[in-house]
């Protein structure tokens, strides 16, 4: 801490004005400036002296308040009884909220009692219902003519408006005094109270002629933004005891009235009994020193320094983080270079956003000795959090069995408290266990898969509890695994872990008290839901020792302190100063006209925040995030405008900055040479294994997506997709179709289909066959109960729609004969080609869906549920990839009709290559050929020659070492490849 710093005159003045130290009491408004103060005491004593009684603000009224103070948790119980009472009285009819429904409303009802009772206002004043406009000057005659006007502008808003919601806010409103006064009646019955209630009840205390107390002579230090209960109270002491306060300010802000700063403190100027204790106010272009004047710290302890204020922009926390870093170390370099000791103490770093503590923590250089962390973090930025998070989801989604949701199960195996808290051969079963959940492809996950596992972790983790008791005690016991678990090497920060689990732990067993002090029977999803959003609101307390080491705290904690080299991060607006918080059920104009506290406090408070802690210090870092991140959007603090345009000093200001240099994405070409080469010969020379239509449409599309597909053999990650997409829809409806007409030939003992037997049959079992598809999808068996959610409701409906259109198609189309379904598989059609100077066939082969017969025409029919064009100019268009609109259906429907010709001859019918586009058949105007410039191909034969020549050049090309596997220019191809990535296209 600074040498010159506000507690070490304190120290220096109580020395000279009181000799026995242990007869005074020192006042601050937080118990961490005490410690510095005893700090400053002992740099400025020769021999042992008794420490004079330090305390808090708070401590100190509630030593002498009868009332104790309650947690809030505790306190919302009690206003929510209050509440219930006073709202429906006891009709078992009424509508009633949950506690977990009341909770948030509670937490703001608490804090606008609390601001009532410490700014002393009555709540049958404000918060009364002024029906009548012309009430107000009646009702409110103590008020100013600004105040009435606020009020009467609230009120306007409901005049003459008979929405429900203005009716039940004004419902509210009226009841709102009622409750109040209930609920103070309710504490005082049990000795309990909240802040404003504990400080009016010492008002009334101090008052008395029999009051007393053991503090000795007593001093105020280091205060300014004073709730009014606090003011009078202070005001008692100093008028009746003749109480010391010692005021921490300077004059740039306290003599400036444009500065907001000093707002405060100029206000207790005007106060008949504080007014006294505080320096006149001059004019601040008087250069006088008069000797009662308000110090001069700001300016003055900044001469030593050419630049004593640096902002520096960089972009993203990240950016912040690392740049921390490296002042600290300049700062170090710089001390030590002049010769002089370097104190880590009297450097600090101040967080306004207290998410960025552990990323500030990992950027200290290493040759800091030590470090004091002073603020809170939130517990729901930690892992803690997350795995609570995920664990309150997997008991909300489990079902009877107990089955487990799937997302949540895989999320909770890829934890760090499970992945890394297991030996390295469990990571492997847990990995192999992942693949099982996904493979399985069903949305909910049986108990017996993670009991196989046989890991004591799972038996604890994959349990499902029937109420609240089992789940409390199934989240403690978790708790204990973890607080165990984090001990081990793979964790490198244990005790901070195991304060986040502590902490946990500590507002479930009071959440657990509540419940049972009051007779609270909870469900399991109410009580998850509350007990959600208490944890969400729990920040943990870091603290070290607080007199060594780099000081790292957030900017309330800053409060009395002083330090030579401050960093300060986030200087950004809604970072610091942070957003004042709205939640409240009085509004602006209300607040305003009783003078309770509304954003213009908020932003004076964290004004003389920022000035107090700039006051003394020698030099100032600044940093700002120039980038929109999160919930800020890159605009800088308001105190680097002041700094910059009214401040004397003069200013280095840089922003740092990576140009970005996006790197463009480079053609990837893959030579068929050495591995490459050999695997391609390897699998269709010397294996002989066939390509499909889809390969060699694949080839056309782009060559090099046939290398990462048929070559590489590379695969998308296989994912558990609990809606039906394309491909499955796709599959489905071809199975469905499959399994009716082979059920028809089966039980007709006949391949010829009539219309009749289409209509009242098939379309009458297509629902089942259906359904029978998506179970065999989601591995359901048949005595499970199948339940279609979202999209795939849509789906299911969409696939009977588009069967049911297939099946008309047959009936308009029948009687024909089925020759085959899903025929081709294991027969060939052999293409010719060199390579190396060497003749070799490669086979081609595919899955016909399906082949039938009328009079003449042998139709070799393909389903497609995509969208493709059954129309194309010429043969050679099916094979130039410079084509956009390139029918690959076309090629494939004549690929197979090539198929069937070459291995099931038959000279006496016409070979039909006939598409079912699906999306088309809705159409008035649908025709299942294939055609060639708009005219219908009744017979592919005479085309199979052309076909062949093109698929010889096709398999030369594939084997020519010259032409490597290369990229498609067409970028729109690559919208749905699955490899886009890799050559960061689509």
């Known amino acids: ?562 330090f030579d080299q401050v960093i300060i991060m986030s200087m950004n607006e809604g970072a610091f100063p942070q957003a004042a918080s709205k939640n409240s059920f009085i509004p602006y104009n209300l607040r305003k006209a009783f003078h309770l506290p509304t954003f213009e406090q908020h932003d004076a408070m964290y004004a003389y925040l920022f000035y107090r802690l700039a006051q003394r210090c020698k030099k100032m870092y600044m940093i700002h995030n120039t980038e929109t991140d999160g919930n800020y959007k890159g605009e800088e603090s308001r105190y680097l405008y002041q700094l910059r345009f009214e401040s004397p000093f003069k200013l280095k200001e840089k922003v740092l900055a990576l140009e970005p240099k996006v790197k463009q994405a480079e053609a990837i070409a893959i030579e068929k040479k050495g591995q490459v080469m050999e695997i391609l010969k390897e699998r269709y020379i010397t294996k002989e294994y066939p390509l499909s239509p889809s390969a060699i449409n694949t080839f056309l599309d782009c060559p090099l997506r046939f290398y990462f597909r048929y070559i590489a053999q590379l695969k998308e990650k296989e994912e558990l997709k609990e809606e039906l997409d394309m491909a499955a829809t796709g599959t489905i409806l071809h199975n469905a179709l499959e399994a009716l007409y082979k059920g028809l030939m089966k039980r007709t003992n006949s391949n010829t289909i009539m219309p009749k037997q289409i209509k009242e049959e098939l379309m009458k079992s297509l629902p089942f066959e259906i359904e029978k598809g998506i179970r065999e999808h989601y591995k359901i068996n048949s005595d499970q109960h199948l339940k279609l959610a979202g999209n795939n409701v849509i789906v299911n409906e969409m696939l009977n729609k588009m069967g049911e259109k297939i099946l008309e198609t047959d009936i308009a189309y029948a009687p024909f004969e089925i020759v085959g379904l899903e025929m081709g598989r294991n027969k060939f059609i052999k293409v010719p080609f060199q390579y190396e100077g060497k003749k070799y066939d490669m086979k081609i082969s595919g899955s016909i869906d399906r082949v039938d017969l009328k009079g003449k025409q042998l139709r070799i029919l393909d389903y497609k549920t995509g969208k493709d064009d059954t129309s194309f100019p010429a043969v050679e268009d099916l094979f130039d990839r410079k084509k956009t609109k390139r029918s690959k259906v076309a090629l494939q429907t004549l690929l197979y009709s090539m198929l069937y010709d070459h291995n099931y001859p038959d000279t006496n019918h016409e070979i039909v290559p006939a598409v079912y586009a699906i999306r088309e058949m809705f159409s008035n105007n649908f025709d299942y050929h294939l055609k060639l410039k708009k005219t219908r191909i009744k017979d592919a034969r005479p085309m199979m020659p052309e076909v062949m020549n093109h698929m010889q050049l096709l398999m030369n090309e594939l084997f020519n070492s010259e032409i490597p596997f290369y990229q498609t220019e067409d970028e729109h191809k690559c919208t749905y490849c699955d490899f886009k990535q890799i050559c960061r296209r689509g």
């Open 1 to 562: 801490m600074s040498q010159s710093s506000f507690l070490s005159q304190i120290a220096e003045n109580i020395l000279r004005d009181y000799p026995e130290l242990e007869k005074i009491t020192l006042i601050f408004p937080n118990r961490r400036a005490g410690l510095f103060l005893r700090k400053a005491l002992s740099q400025q004593i020769d021999k042992a002296v008794w420490s004079p009684n330090v305390i808090s603000i708070d401590d100190f009224i509630q030593n002498i308040s009868p009332l104790k103070s309650q947690d809030p948790l505790a306190l919302n119980f009690e206003l929510f009884h209050v509440f219930q009472e006073v709202m429906y009285g006891t009709n078992p009819e009424a509508q009633q909220e949950s506690f977990d429904q009341f909770y948030f409303w509670g937490q703001m009802l608490l804090k606008d009692f609390e601001d009532l009772d410490k700014y002393m206002v009555e709540s049958e004043h404000l918060l009364k219902n002024v029906a009548e406009l012309k009430a107000i000057d009646q009702q409110f005659d103590y008020l100013s003519e600004e105040e009435k006007a606020l009020v009467t502008q609230f009120w306007s808003s409901f005049k003459d408006k008979n929405l429900q919601q203005a009716e039940q806010f004004q419902e509210l409103w009226e009841k709102l005094p009622t409750i109040h006064r209930a609920f103070q009646q309710r504490l005082r019955e049990k000795g309990m109270g909240y802040s404003g209630m504990i400080h009016q009840s010492v008002l009334e205390i101090i008052k008395q002629d029999d009051f007393s107390h053991q503090y000795g002579t007593i001093i105020f230090a280091g205060f300014n933004a004073l709730t009014t209960t606090e003011q009078r109270i202070i005001s008692h002491f100093v008028e009746k005891e003749d109480a010391k306060i010692y005021w921490d300010l300077d004059r740039y802000y306290y003599e400036d009235y444009a500065q907001e700063a000093g707002r405060f403190l100029r206000e207790y100027r005007q106060d008949p009994i504080l007014g006294k204790t505080l320096p006149p106010i001059y004019s601040p272009s008087d250069n006088n020193p008069y000797p009662d004047r308000a110090p001069d710290h700001f300016i003055a302890q900044k001469k030593e320094e050419e630049f004593p204020v640096e902002i520096i922009g960089v972009p993203l926390e990240v950016g912040q983080t690392k740049l921390t870093g490296d002042i600290l170390s300049e700062i170090k370099a710089k001390i030590l270079a002049r010769g002089e000791t370097f104190e880590e103490e009297k450097t600090a770093v101040i967080i306004p956003q207290e998410h960025m503590l552990f990323s500030v923590l990992h950027s200290v250089p290493e040759d800091f000795k030590s470090l004091n962390v002073t603020m809170g973090y939130p517990l729901r930025n930690t892992a803690l959090y997350t795995f609570f998070e995920l664990v309150c989801r997997l008991q909300q989604g489990a079902t009877e069995g107990p089955l487990f949701p799937y997302k949540v199960a895989l999320e909770l195996l890829d934890h760090p408290y499970l992945s890394q808290s297991v030996a390295e051969d469990a990571q492997e079963k847990i990995l192999e266990l992942k693949k099982a959940i996904i493979h399985r492809n069903q949305s909910l996950v049986p108990l017996f898969l993670f009991q196989e596992m046989q890991l004591p972790i799972f038996d604890a983790l994959f349990y499902k509890a029937p109420d609240v008791a089992h789940f409390s005690e199934y989240l403690t016991k978790l708790l204990l695994f973890i607080n165990k678990s984090v001990l081990t090497e793979e964790f490198e920060d244990a005790a901070p872990e195991q304060e986040f689990v502590l902490k946990l732990y500590k507002e479930l067993k009071k959440l657990e008290d509540l419940m049972a002090t009051h007779t609270m029977n909870l469900q399991m999803e109410t009580f998850i839901r509350l007990l959600r959003q208490v944890v969400q609101g729990v920040r943990v307390p870091f603290s070290g020792e607080p007199l060594l080491g780099l000081q790292i705290m957030g900017v309330l904690e800053t409060r009395n302190l002083d």
